[in-house]
């Protein structure tokens, strides 16, 4: 069993990776996702690389399952039982307070009615008191509605059952009692067991809202591995940017929420220490959308906490900014004015090159137009483009604007570019961070021909364009860890500080991420666990997470100070001040375990000879068709070089390199861009 195989099911493409372990060689390719049935569209991408099944050793894929069926609406019937006098904790949520001056601003609808919110005798204080005993009665009640209407999940939020989760417990074992297995229940202080009650109901409501949609999918695929003879375990990525098997996926489907995307961020992180380049910034452009994350100091930027469509979400998540920008982004006429994206052709119709019934104008099409796409070569060869199709569909928003069509495929990319270069630009100032300080390391199948333009934009001199960049996400996936994280409140000032409550408390989260790892099958000498303490200034609102290098280090004289040393070092570096010797308070404790896997590293390749002579066409840059050179990336052996303009396509995706920048091939058989930095970032730096 020697193949290791990782997939990530897109809007448009799902991407294969598989990794010979045998030979070392690395294979990647893509096939149209299939909306109606992702788990068909698994067995049509395996199809495609004839791989005999009773060798596959690893299988881990990026699911879009959960997150599609939030962003769509088209989540389950979901009732909340917490409690008494707390009804409304969720629909209130935060007041208007993310956009207090924009009179605009709606919040979202949240998933959950307020007739589906019950509430239920039994109380905890703050200190983990009980005041007032279940009211079992109500809960049978409430489990004869959930089957009287129809139901489909249950989550439980009570009041404080971060520091006791016994009503919640009991509970839960009366709901299965009632409700059997037809019925998914989600308990808070399993999914978020940390304060803020508004968000710790959001996050199990969220949990509840899109946990049967990934079920169903995830026991579909299980089912149709077994019926193929692939008897291996199902793996999959989560919002942390960490592999786990199906099983805990079953158990804790929002962790798979942004499962695709965090697969490019993952590869990031491997990209960064291979290159030595400590910080990155990942640009992953799909047919669909555009996704920003950033590596920093070599690892993934990762909150404890993070939003999706509006909605707060208690659990460790790559930070990902995400816009409707891609391939497949619609260009549109509003007013006298150009328009571009969000809405996207998809896989069906598709852009009009496509050939499947699109007729609007695409980024895609646009690209087409400008002669930046080889017809022949597109997706491997594996699809023929009708560029003839593309003129037209450019053509005719072209003469709605009243403008030359090679004049607006240029628009339609220079406004794509600047809306992609905004989404950075958001990401980077949250960090207090110029862009111009980060290589930029673009992939996707869209990705590598807008990177250098968006690099231009924002100040980046240099741009990595990995091996495979189309599927580079599903080969982030096969360079990521197994990983679990662990969360405790945790409430103390600097003066009130009990290190040795501290020190036991960790060696607790410590247990339980040994116990995770031992399920997931990670041998003892592959694991590692890190701890980390959330800490803030007194009567701040938000927190960050500082690290504990060693559990025995708690324990040692002046740890205490230590810790303020730290935040202060982390309040610096993220806000550009620290106020030394303010009072701190400690909020939570958080433990991640780490479970080490095989990498899909093939062998460094020898440097080759100069570059064949290329092909040379016209091509479109700034207005002006150049002649450029063509030429396909498996010709650039490891030192090549070639000055722009040129385009280098490859089966999953295209390269494009503008004029006064130069490409070389590292030894890693990456593609380097070098281009030369504006005159005024040169100012700035």
Known sequence: MTYRVAMDIGGTFTDVVTFDAASRQVRAGKVLTTPDDLARGVFDALASFRLPFDEVSFFVHGTTQGLNALLERRGADVLILTSRGIGDV??????????????????????????????????????????????????????????????????????????????????????????????????????????????????TAMEAYTGPSVHRYLDKIEARFTDKGLNVPVHVMQSSGGLVNAGFARRHPLQTLLSGPVGGTMGGVAVSRLLDRPDVICIDMGGTSFDVSLVMDHEADVSPSGSCEGFPVLMPMVNLHTIGAGGGSLAYAEGKALRVGPES?????????????????????????????????????????????????????AAELEMDPVE?????????????????????????????????????????????????????????????????SAWGMLESDVRRDFSMQFLATNHTLDTRAL???????????????????????????????????????????????????????????????????????????????????????????????ERARSESAAPGGPAPEPVTRDVVFDGVARPTAVVSRSALAVGARLAGPAIVHEETSTTVVPPEAELRVDENEFLIITLAARPEMEDLA
């Open 90 to 203: 969720y629909r209130i949520a935060r007041g208007n307070r993310e956009r207090l001056f924009d009179l605009h601003y709606r919040k979202p609808e949240p998933l959950v009615a307020r007739d589906a919110i019950v509430e239920v005798g039994g109380r905890f204080d703050a200190s983990g008191e009980e005041l007032e005993p279940l009211d079992e009665d109500a809960v049978r009640l409430a489990a004869k509605r959930v089957r009287d209407e129809g139901f489909d999940a249950v989550a439980v939020c009570f009041l404080f059952a971060f520091r006791d989760a016994e009503h919640e417990r009991r509970t839960g074992r009366i709901l299965r009692e009632e409700l059997g297995d037809d019925v998914l229940v989600v308990l808070s202080h399993e999914v978020a067991p940390e304060w803020r009650e508004y968000e710790r109901t959001s996050t």
């Open 345 to 397: 052709a998809g896989a069906v119709p598709g852009p009009a090159c496509y050939g499947r019934g699109g007729t609007r104008a695409t980024v895609t099409d646009a690209n087409c137009v400008l002669g930046r796409v080889d017809a022949g070569s597109f997706a491997g060869g594996g699809m023929s483009l009708d560029l003839d199709a593309a003129h037209r569909a450019v053509g005719a928003l």
């Open 408 to 472: 607006l495929a240029s628009g339609i990319c220079d406004v794509g570019n600047a809306k992609m270069a905004q989404a950075i630009r958001t990401l980077t100032v949250e960090h207090g961070r110029e862009p111009g300080q980060f290589a930029l390391l673009a992939f996707g199948g869209a990705g590598p021909m807008h990177a250098a333009f968006i690099a231009r934009e924002i100040g980046i001199t240099e741009v990595v364009v990995p091996r495979f960049p189309g599927a580079f």
């Open 503 to 597: 020190a036991e408390a960790l060696e607790q989260l410590r247990g339980q991420a040994d116990e995770a790892l031992t399920e997931q099958g990670i041998a003892p000498a592959d694991r590692s666990v890190t701890h980390g303490i959330d800490m803030r200034y007194e009567s701040q609102d938000y927190t960050l997470t500082v690290p504990i290098l060693e559990t025995d280090e708690v324990t040692g004289e002046g740890f205490t100070g230590v810790l303020e040393e730290r935040f202060a070092q982390a309040h610096h570096k993220r806000y550009g001040h620290a106020t030394p010797g303010a009072p701190v308070q400690f909020v939570a404790l958080r433990t991640t375990g780490h479970g080490r896997v």
